[in-house]
């Protein structure tokens, strides 16, 4: 006998034929997960609404996060605002409120919508007391730039938003497991603005209040939308009017919010041609006025005579011809030439907006958005370590902001005149 060859049969998990099988049986599976009967609805629906059900452990961990994250605005630390990243709670909760939508479920969506409002709350707190210890205990060497930069909006922000919502969605759904990482990525993009628009109502800083809230709302129901559509793909779908209802008026809702708060709907009747680029807002300057210089005839004034009219070769003729004017010399005003003010147009490649500075490269005292226009002050420049400062004021809420920003972030608005003398004509004297 032949102890090479192997008398057992051929194990099924190397036939081509089973391996074909056992993938076409996974792959129905997966187009089926959703159940098609009522009763399997019904029962994973109410296993995923209890996955996704608020506990504790919501709040405890979003005061833990919210306290890391206010300090680390105070202290303008990254670390400390990647920390508060990494304790944030599990925000299943989302999840289970955008299966609520789906499945018109109004006490589910109560819950969990309302378990969100909370613990945004006491990131909001966290961030507002921090911003109250800044006023208490200041500090002029303190920028907040983290606080400025997380109360923008920005494009990549939004990709990211878009990745960590489609994840998180669909490794809740899929597995058992709890998605650590991609809850911290959604978790990153939402109470970051949330919390620097409470630092920044606390510390009356002006660029992050009310900035961060509605950043916070334009990612929460952006994350929201691809979360619903998310559902729709992993063959989620209302199986009622009332479900079919609520989903409607939701993204409608979400649309809507993402086309106002984020300027695209002002963009695309532009682009339309249906409207015109809002024109940047003037700076109202303040003119003293100067009074009028009183002007004294002079009885001592010797009278000049002027000849008016062409000169001819004749002197009789021309003596007759013309006539006398009498001008009266008057005494004359001395008028000093102050330096105009220059509009500045604020154009930050990047970020929307314009740092304005206590002094070069100090204090951060407000955000100028792009669009805006400031006063420079005429030959006030600085050059620190080659990069040219310039000297600013500003009207940011009614307040006026003498500060400090870098040139190149700034465009002339009104160009300074050319003063090139003219040509003087030549006199040409009287034959």
């Known amino acids: 006998m032949n102890y090479t060859e192997s008398s057992s049969p051929p194990s099924p998990e190397s036939s081509p034929e089973f391996v074909s099988a056992r993938a076409r049986r996974r792959r129905a599976q997966r187009r089926a997960y959703f159940p098609a009967d009522e009763e399997g609805r019904n029962a994973l629906f109410e296993h995923l609404a209890r996955r996704a059900f608020p506990s504790y452990e919501l709040f405890v961990f979003s005061l833990v996060a919210g306290v890391f994250l206010g300090v680390g605005y105070f202290f303008n630390a990254q670390a400390l605002l990647i920390f508060g990243i990494l304790v944030a709670p599990l925000l299943t909760t989302w999840v289970g409120m955008s299966l609520s939508i789906i499945a ?31 006023r208490v205990l200041p500090n002029s060497a303190r920028t907040f730039n983290e606080a400025f930069i997380h109360s923008r909006l920005w494009p990549p922000d939004l990709f990211a938003l878009t990745v960590g919502a489609i994840i998180l969605t669909i490794s809740f759904v899929r597995s058992e ?15 970051l603005p ?12 002006s660029g992050m209040w009310p900035a961060g809230a509605l950043v916070f709302v334009v990612h929460f129901a ?10 729709f793909f992993l063959r989620f779908y209302p199986i009622s009017m009332g479900g079919a209802t609520f989903t409607g008026l939701a993204i409608i809702s979400i649309l809507t919010i993402a086309t106002f708060l984020t300027g695209l709907g002002q963009w695309i009747r532009m682009q339309a041609g249906q409207a015109t680029p ?8 303040i003119v003293s006025p100067s009074p009028a210089p009183s002007l004294t005839p ?52 990047e970020g929307g907006g314009a740092l304005i500075r206590e002094k070069p490269g100090g204090k951060v005292l407000a955000i100028i958005p792009n669009g805006s226009t400031v006063t420079i002050v005429p030959n006030d420049l600085q050059d620190v370590n080659k990069v040219i400062w310039v000297h600013v004021m500003a009207l940011v809420n009614d307040v006026r902001i003498d500060g400090w920003m870098i040139q190149s972030v700034l465009v002339t608005a009104t160009p300074v005149a050319d003063w090139q003398p003219s040509p003087i004509p030549p006199n040409t004297p009287t034959p």
């Open 177 to 191: 497991e709890r998605p650590y990482l991609p809850s911290a990525l959604l978790a990153y993009e939402l109470l």
């Open 194 to 205: 949330l919390c620097a628009a409470g630092f920044g109502l606390g510390s009356g800083v």
């Open 104 to 134: 018109g479920s109004g006490r589910l969506f109560a819950q969990t919508f309302t378990a969100l409002f909370l613990s945004s709350l006491l990131i909001f707190g966290s961030g507002l007391l921090a911003g109250f210890a800044s």
């Open 278 to 285: 809002e024109p940047a807002p003037a700076i109202p300057t």
């Open 298 to 349: 002079s009885p001592e004034a010797a009278e000049s005579t002027a000849l008016i009219g062409v000169p001819t070769q004749s002197t009789t003729r021309t003596a007759t011809a013309t006539r006398r004017a009498t001008v009266i010399p008057t005494e004359t005003s001395t008028v000093t030439a102050e330096p105009t003010p220059i509009i500045g147009l604020i154009r930050a490649a």
């Open 222 to 231: 952006w994350a929201t939308f691809f979360g619903i559509i998310t559902l």
